[in-house]
Structures are given as structure tokens and as C-alpha cells.
């Protein structure tokens, strides 16, 4: 009567009673089921199978409430000067709050003993935060060496002392503004900073 029970958990009792148990039918599925099947016998050993699932069932709950608390957080992009299409990264703070707590929830998750049923599923998870995590922290010194330099190599007298330079400059700037453009145009944050490739695209942009 565990409402945790899932599929899994079944499997490890029907090969701990070394049989199936025909529960397809709710109306057959009763009392006298189980006292031909003689679960008496294996009472200790199922109740650490409904132990876990109970637990586990916690641990996938809070798994979805950080899954969740991303699913609608969106970047702050400020219009960048007057130039047209052109944003910068604003008001971090609760997102870089929201990223701390995700990951110790996630540290409290990969620490129970109990992960091991739903360890794919965090996993994932954790490695798609941690991605974000080197990808906002790449985004954010990329984009304050940028609008550093910007106000530099805009200037025409610039660009003729130090062309080699600027074609350097030119080809970053034309890779943050795409960066920028595409996280607009995708919206979600944590989807736009878990992209295959862009971890690569701004360690190579800041280099």
C-alpha cells in the first residue's frame, strides 16, 4: 500500500519472493494474495524495499523542485548603449543565489544513500547546472573585458594603429553578440547556458 512502490521496486520484491505478484487488477490484487504468496516470510526484507522507495520518492521530489525553480528563470539582458540588438547580462544576484541553493540541494541528493535508484536522473541534473555554472562564470568575464575594450576599438584611430588588433577584437565581438542574441531569443536561462559547444566558444572568445 506504499504509494512509492514503482516499477523497480516491484521487480526487487517479486525476486525477493521469487515470483510475480499478479497486481494488474486492483480487485484481485488482495489480502489473500498476499498470504498465498507467503510475504510473511519476507516481511524484513520488503520493508527495506518500501523504506527505499519512500526515500527515494523524497529525493525525487526535491530533485523536481530544482528541475522546476528553473524552468521559468530568465537573464536580465539591458539594451547595450544605443547600438540596435546589442544586450548586456544584468542583475545576476538572484540567479547567482538560486544557482548556490540548487547545488546544495543537489549535495544534499548525491549524498543520500538512497540516490541509487534516480542516481541517472541527478546525474544529469547536476552536470547541467555545473555546466551553467562555468558558462556564467566564462559570460561574465568575457563580457566585462568586452565592454572594456569595445569603447577602445570602436575609436578609428584605433583601428589603423593596431589593425591586427582589432580584427582580434572584431571577430570576439561578433561572438558575444551572437551569444547575447540567442540567449534573447531563447529566453530560459538555464537552457540557453547548457548548449553543447558555448563553453568552448567563450573560453575561446576570452582567450
Known amino acids: 500500500r506504499n504509494d ?5 521496486h516491484w521487480t526487487k520484491i517479486e ?3 521469487g515470483q510475480p505478484v499478479p497486481r494488474e487488477n486492483p480487485e484481485e490484487f488482495t489480502f489473500q494474495t498476499l498470504i498465498d504468496l507467503k510475504v510473511m516470510l519476507f516481511k524484513d526484507q520488503l520493508a527495506v524495499i ?3 522507495a519512500t526515500q527515494e520518492q523524497i529525493l525525487e521530489q526535491m530533485l523536481q523542485k530544482v528541475a522546476d525553480s528553473w524552468a521559468e528563470t530568465e537573464f536580465v539582458l539591458n539594451p547595450y548603449k544605443d547600438q540596435k540588438d546589442v544586450y548586456a547580462l544584468g542583475g ?8 548556490e541553493d540548487s547545488l546544495v540541494t543537489m549535495g544534499t541528493i548525491t549524498a543520500s544513500r538512497f540516490v541509487g535508484g534516480i542516481r541517472d536522473k541527478v546525474e544529469v541534473l547536476e552536470q547541467g547546472l555545473n555546466l551553467f555554472s562555468e ?9 566585462r573585458n568586452w565592454m572594456y575594450l569595445e569603447s577602445i576599438f570602436c575609436a578609428q584611430d584605433i583601428q589603423r594603429q593596431l589593425p591586427a588588433e582589432s580584427k582580434q577584437f572584431f571577430d570576439v565581438d561578433s561572438t558575444w553578440k551572437a551569444v547575447i542574441k540567442t540567449l534573447k531569443d531563447t529566453g530560459n536561462a538555464f537552457k540557453s547556458f547548457t548548449q553543447p559547444g558555448l563553453l568552448e566558444t567563450l573560453q575561446k572568445s576570452g582567450a
Open 4 to 8: 512509492a512502490l514503482i516499477d523497480r
Open 15 to 17: 525476486d525477493v519472493i
Open 50 to 52: 518500501s523504506t527505499e
Open 92 to 99: 545576476i544576484d538572484d540567479i547567482t543565489v538560486q544557482l
Open 135 to 143: 558558462n556564467l562564470d566564462e559570460a561574465l568575464a568575457l563580457q
